[in-house]
């Protein structure tokens, strides 16, 4: 079994930061790629940005230029820097990766982290 444990989300004012963690632990041979969705009350989970085993990043149009992804492949654990933060980034975070097993790859979500940026 493999398990994703969040951590560092929180209560900000707007213009603030907050660095969110994932760690991946369990079963693992290796990971594909790792990263964070959101899901704001009555809305789907999007993506927030995502990063590969090789260091290739995606985000989303909303977070460029203020979140940064970066990641441990030594400690299997992801790390989202949240800068400028706005009251629309107020949702809950998921971790999620993509787990190497055989020839292809299972996802797995965290329990979530709740980010609150008040104006």
């Known amino acids: 079994q493999v398990q994703l444990a969040e951590s560092g989300g929180g209560l900000v004012q707007a213009g603030g930061s907050l660095r969110l963690s994932c760690a991946a632990s369990?079963?693992?041979?290796?990971?594909?790629?790792m990263g964070w969705y959101r899901q704001a009350p009555g809305k789907q989970r999007e993506l927030v940005a995502l990063?590969?085993?090789?260091?290739?990043?995606n985000y989303a149009d909303s977070v460029k230029e203020r979140f940064t992804i970066s990641r441990d492949n030594a400690k299997n654990t992801a790390y989202l820097q949240m800068n400028s933060l706005k009251p629309e980034d107020t949702a809950d975070y998921y971790c999620y990766a993509q787990i190497i097993e055989s020839t292809w790859w299972r996802p797995y979500w965290g329990q979530g982290t709740q980010v609150t940026v008040s104006s």
């Open positions: 990063v590969n085993s090789g260091g290739r990043t």
């Open positions: 369990g079963r693992i041979s290796s990971i594909n790629a």
